[in-house]
């Protein structure tokens, strides 16, 4: 677009606004409106004629060239893999020679049809073609008179409605006076260019249908008979083939049965062919280190034990007792090989459980004042706000008791005070907290 172009498409763009959304007066033909749809639909179907047209032409000439290639392939398929060590017959040379010789006899017949459709397919491209394309050219000549047209009724419209504004103003100075006198003038010259393009199209686009019509009748016949002549030169060219590979007294499906005999019965058989990577049944349990994933356990795979190993116990007061068992105080000098995970296991659950911690040295062997304390048997957990949080074997100092056993007691526990219960509740309660206490003196 030239910057002329590109100004006077600015000056429009406020009464183009108000066109597309129907503001203020916008002129309006009903003839020409109606001529311009249906150029629309030419236009459209033009369009479409001559990209089908083309489709067709470039389909039939495909079409024979995926014949050949066929051929080609199938050709390829029939021949020996003789010399490959993937081939276990490599020394053998096997192969359908009467395929393949059937292969070349069909691709020559294919390429002589292609030879001789030639002429029918160029007559294809003269006559529907090169005519939708000509039809088309003169369509897109239309096409930008319509565009002027609509350019000068903007024009019109801008024009009429500067003057009717002009006229419709009370008091009128010079310079109004002026403005309205070149406005009449503009008015004038729009309204002579609009009138122009206007008429035109109402006049010519009813002859430019008619010739449309006239058209498109031969071009049509035209294509017909010679799609008569392409699918006759074919049918006739492959009715009349005589390779003795194919059996064509059978029907195509029982052919097709003939020729394959059980090989689909051995096809299914190959593993390869059944072979799942997905929705198989996995094996329970650990996966061994350097196991395949596709490995079985009576084949491939070494059967995982079933026995699940503990670790070891952890370290405690009891085991720097002297009560250790003689099994394990080799392995701690260091004069035996160390145990494995698994027998550290069997000799942890051989012990039995732990023995309680040893009870508090007695008062009197000792310089400081009796303070009673009590050991924590069980584990037991701050319930609410003031409650004393304790482990199995803490040692807590006592300094509250309760009237009874039942009740609640005062005590400290690594510099933090709180209250703790003095005796265990019913096992069978599954709310109730699970801690005994052995209050020594």
């Known amino acids: 677009m030239s910057f002329k172009g590109l100004q006077k498409s600015v000056v429009r763009a406020p009464q183009s606004i108000k ?92 390429q002589e049809l292609k030879t001789t459709l030639q002429p029918e397919l160029e007559m294809i491209e003269q006559r529907v073609i090169a005519p939708a394309d000509e039809l088309l050219t003169v369509i897109k000549a239309v096409r930008k008179t319509t565009a002027k047209r609509a350019h000068k009724q903007l024009d019109y419209d801008r024009r009429k409605a500067t003057l009717k504004k002009l006229e419709d103003k009370k008091d009128k100075s010079l310079k109004d006076e002026k403005a309205t006198f070149k406005a009449e003038a503009d008015l004038e010259q729009a309204t002579q260019d609009f009138d122009y393009f206007n008429n035109l199209l109402k006049d010519e686009l009813p002859k430019l249908f008619k010739l449309e019509r006239e058209f498109v009748q031969p071009l049509f016949q035209s294509f017909y008979y010679m799609q008569l002549n392409v699918f006759y030169t074919l049918h006739e060219r492959m009715q009349s083939i005589d390779i003795g590979y194919f059996d064509l007294s059978l029907d195509l499906e029982a052919a097709f049965e ?97 023995p309680p911690p040893p009870k508090p040295k007695p008062s009197r062997f000792s310089g400081t004042p009796s303070v009673p304390t009590a050991t924590a048997l069980y584990d037991y957990e701050a319930q609410a706000e003031g409650d004393l949080s304790f482990s199995t074997g803490d040692t807590i100092e006592v300094t509250e008791k309760g009237a009874t056993e039942n009740e609640w007691w005062s005590g400290r526990l690594r510099g933090k005070s709180g209250q703790f219960p003095g005796t265990c509740r019913s096992s069978t309660d599954e709310s109730s907290v699970l801690t005994t206490i052995q209050v020594t003196t």
């Open 258 to 354: 003939k020729k394959r005999g059980d090989i689909q019965a051995q096809t299914e058989q190959l593993s390869i062919v059944n072979f799942k990577t997905t929705g198989g049944k996995r094996p329970v349990g650990p996966k061994s280190a350097g196991q395949s994933k596709y490995a079985t356990e009576s084949k491939y795979g070494r059967k995982h034990s079933e026995e699940t190993l503990s670790p070891p116990p952890p370290y405690s007061q009891a085991a720097s007792s002297p009560s250790l068992s003689p099994q394990l105080s080799p392995s701690l000098n260091g004069t035996s090989p160390m145990l494995g995970s698994g027998q550290w296991g069997a000799a942890a659950k051989s012990k039995g459980p732990a």
């Open 19 to 110: 066109q597309r959304f129907n503001i203020g007066e916008n002129t309006k033909d009903a003839v020409y409106i109606d001529a311009e749809r249906r150029f629309q639909d030419l236009e459209t179907e033009t369009k479409k004629l001559h990209e089908e047209s083309q489709k067709y032409f470039n389909a039939i000439n495909g079409m024979l060239d995926h014949q050949i290639e066929f051929s080609r392939a199938i050709a390829e398929l029939y021949k020996p893999i003789s010399g490959r060590p993937s081939d276990p017959d490599s020394i053998v040379g096997e192969g359908n020679e009467a395929g393949i010789q059937a292969c070349d006899e069909y691709e020559k017949i294919v």
